[in-house]
């Protein structure tokens, strides 16, 4: 199947600094990626949708300004927490979706833990 | 909007014995594809099997089936002769048809514990 990559795996950041994650589609091109933060125990909340070639999509009460997230080519999507503080501390998750298969699902990364200190 | 709920946190399976996972969820579309994910300890989120509202039958991938009542909205998950590594998370997830957006909302999870 289809392979969604994220990078680093684990991060510890100090409080004010910032952290770039990484999004890659292995085997695949994916004009839409999607990313997601995971508080413990919780869901998975869809933070954006990320579109190669222009602006990500926020869902609302996200901040844009401190999620950057670009999209610059069909494999790699990139969030960056910028001025990281330790509520920021999170597991967050890309997903990919394979458009040139129709009708199939979005595959997940294996998700990035995040810890601000 | 869209919501997914699941009443159940936490539940408990004999192993090779069979348990159900409950999701409800409400919309007011009528075309929309239904999911349940499972994310073992390692955080990878998995689709274990897949709904699509249009189609009456219920989805089966080998020990994983669903009962999926459309009036009633709701959608359960059947885990047969349950095995140690089906210990997880399972997230029921909703999805409209027809979204070029793909966006999943996902429900707040049911930890499986299978017990030896």
């Excluded at chain 2, 002769?81 to 997880?88: F, I, P, V």
Aim: charged share 20%; with cysteine; glycine share 4%.
């Amino acid at each position: 199947g289809a392979v969604v990559s994220q990078h680093p795996s684990r991060v510890i950041c100090k409080s004010g600094t910032s952290v770039k994650i990484e999004c890659r589609s292995l085997d695949f091109q994916a004009t839409t990626m999607f990313w997601y933060r995971q508080f413990p125990k919780q869901s998975l909340m869809l933070m954006a949708t990320s579109n190669e070639g222009s602006k990500a999509t926020y869902e609302q009460g996200v901040e844009k300004d401190k999620f950057l997230i670009n999209h610059a080519s069909l494999t790699l999507s990139t969030l960056t927490v910028t001025s990281a503080h330790p509520e920021d501390s999170s597991f967050y998750i890309c997903s990919a979706r394979v458009v040139e298969v129709l009708n199939t699902e979005a595959f997940f990364g294996q998700g990035t833990r995040l810890t601000v200190v | 909007a869209q919501t997914v709920t699941q009443s159940q946190p936490e539940m408990s399976v004999q192993e090779a014995e069979t348990v159900t996972l409950s999701c409800t969820y409400d919309t007011s579309e009528s075309d929309y594809y239904l999911f349940w994910y499972k994310q073992p300890p390692s955080r990878q989120m998995i689709l274990v099997i897949r709904q699509e509202a249009y189609k009456q039958q219920n989805a089966t991938e080998n020990r994983f089936s669903v009962n999926f009542q459309k009036a009633a909205k709701s959608f359960s998950l059947k885990i047969s002769d349950s095995q140690l590594g089906d210990a997880a998370m399972y997230f029921c997830a909703y999805r409209r048809a027809y979204s070029g957006t793909y966006k999943y909302i996902f429900g707040t999870g049911t930890r499986l514990k299978v017990l030896a």
